[in-house]
């Protein structure tokens, strides 16, 4: 096993242990599975699951070794008087860039350069609300 592997799973388990300590009611059975989205994606957009149409947006900020050191969030609330208002998408777009640049002047292991097609088009795919096309 590569020895970032290793790290990166001693940190997620206690991690996950914290987190059950801290509020077990509140505790989401599928954490494993959305920490390994994050992990492989670089980003969350969801929406809130504490206040009805708030959205969170979140990077992660990387060390040298890849891994989260902090994470760079927006709380995105639609305005119904603002047309001109940035979109989930373009929001989340700008985030990333942001997060990335940060990792890249800590000397973390990603490009200031921007996002590439692929994460461009995961953030267009994750951020769609439902009925969206």
């Known amino acids: 096993m590569d020895a ?3 790290k990166f799973q001693d940190h997620r388990s206690s991690f996950l242990r914290w987190a059950s300590r801290c509020g ?13 989205s994050i992990r492989a994606t670089g980003f969350e957009s969801i929406p809130s699951v504490q206040v009805r149409g708030l959205y ?9 070794q890849g891994q989260a050191i902090a994470a ?7 305005r119904i008087d603002q047309v001109q208002r940035k979109s ?3 929001v989340t ?13 800590i000397g973390g292991m ?8 692929t994460e461009k088009e995961s953030i267009l795919k994750r951020t769609k609300r439902p009925g969206e096309h």
């Not at 077990?24 to 390994?36: F, K, R, S, V, Y």
């Not at 969170?56 to 040298?64: E, K, P, Q, R, V």
């Not at 777009?93 to 002047?105: D, K, N, P, V």
């Open 56 to 64: 969170a947006i979140s990077f992660s900020i990387l060390d040298t």
């Open 4 to 6: 970032n592997v290793g």
């Open 88 to 90: 989930i998408p373009e």
């Open 24 to 36: 077990p009611e509140q505790a989401n059975q599928q954490i494993g599975t959305i920490l390994d």
């Open 72 to 78: 760079l969030t927006v709380p995105y609330a639609e």
């Open 110 to 117: 990603v490009s200031s350069a921007g996002l590439n097609a």
């Open 93 to 105: 777009q700008a985030l990333g860039i942001a997060a990335r640049t940060l990792s890249a002047r």
